[in-house]
């Protein structure tokens, strides 16, 4: 079953003439994680919120299970959990006091909403918050108050911008969890909007690609990176004072102090290794297959906006593309 269908959606703001999206079409199906992947400003967020019918398109038209989004948000409140990038609606209250209401707003009873509040406490680690009016708390238990808020009651569809936000590793890796086990224990369908992309690709069944507005690529991620299945992945280590020299010119991504990447072709694989085993001022070398992240970085770089067709899409179990 097909949840969300966006039908060549356009959303240009007010005094502004560059769309903010430009004519995307996209189908989300029932039970599937779909990652939304862009640069700063590429639309994603703006996407979303018309996902959530908290934002009208200039044109176009959003049908969620079948039906079109009408103008008013207070269509889908409990069909909807939305994340924003920022915020929690109820600063005045504490965090056990906002999950209990959101669940009992959303339809739960009284003793269901005081059992879900408890469970969320527990399952994102807000014990020490319980008590604490949420406009008081660190960035990092705000973020997860907002997502315990967002899924509370088990809304079967999920908006999720930057759940990971101002989060630690152990905690990133907690959300990845409940997002995974949401959806393999309760068939929630979520949209996650994400610059992580590496910890993305790991839970993420489909995946859209953002770019100055347009969706640029939709798919499967591992079909998307056979795109790349004739390149590797090389990162290299340097004294940080020494760039890398490369044959044929090529031009390594520095990521980090002294480290630097680039995807190379499989046949040149063996000219690459003999240049580097030759040269004493390489520290290390690692040769890997791409990733997900190379898949974008590449789309984000080279692809030509007026002829970028996208892959076929499809949803959850079936075996094209996208």
């Known amino acids: 079953m097909t949840v969300y269908d966006v039908i060549d959606l356009t959303k240009i703001y007010p005094k502004q003439t560059v769309p903010a999206n430009d ?16 640069d700063n400003g590429a639309g994603k967020t ?8 908290l934002l009208a398109p200039t044109s176009g038209t959003i049908r969620l299970f079948g039906q079109p989004l009408n103008a008013s948000p207070l269509y889908t409140p409990g069909q909807i959990g939305y994340m924003p990038q920022d915020g929690l609606a109820l600063n005045n209250l504490t965090v056990g006091e906002t999950l209990y209401f959101t669940a009992h707003l959303r339809g739960m009873s009284r003793p269901d909403a005081r059992a879900e509040r408890d469970r969320l406490i527990d399952l ?25 808020t967002t899924i509370a009651a088990s809304p079967p569809v999920l ?85 890398p020299t490369l044959p044929d010119g090529a031009q390594p991504r520095e990521i980090g102090p002294g480290r630097w990447q680039v995807l190379i072709d499989r046949d040149a694989a063996p000219l690459y290794l003999h240049v580097l085993n030759q040269n004493p001022a390489v520290e290390d070398y690692l040769l890997s297959t791409a990733t997900l992240e190379d898949l974008y970085l590449s789309l984000a770089e080279s692809t030509t906006l007026t002829d970028s067709p996208l892959p076929p899409q499809g949803g959850k179990g079936s075996a094209d593309r996208g």
């Open 46 to 53: 703006t996407l979303v919120k018309q996902m959530a019918n």
């Open 23 to 38: 004519h995307i079409s996209l189908s989300v199906e029932a039970g599937e994680i779909f990652g939304l992947l862009g």
């Open 159 to 243: 908006l999720l911008d930057e759940p990971t936000n101002d989060l630690d590793p152990q905690h990133r890796r907690r959300v990845w969890d409940v997002v995974r086990d949401l959806n393999r224990e309760r068939d929630i369908t979520t949209i996650l909007v994400t610059h992580n992309v590496i910890e993305a690709e790991k839970v993420i069944q489909r995946v859209g690609i953002m770019r100055a507005g347009k969706l640029i690529a939709v798919g499967r991620p591992g079909a998307l990176k056979a795109e790349l299945n004739q390149q590797l992945r090389l990162e290299i280590v340097f004294p940080p004072d020494q760039p």
């Open 124 to 148: 994102l680690d807000l014990g020490a918050a319980r008590d604490r009016h949420t406009a008081r708390i660190s960035g990092g238990q705000r973020r997860l108050a907002l997502l315990a």
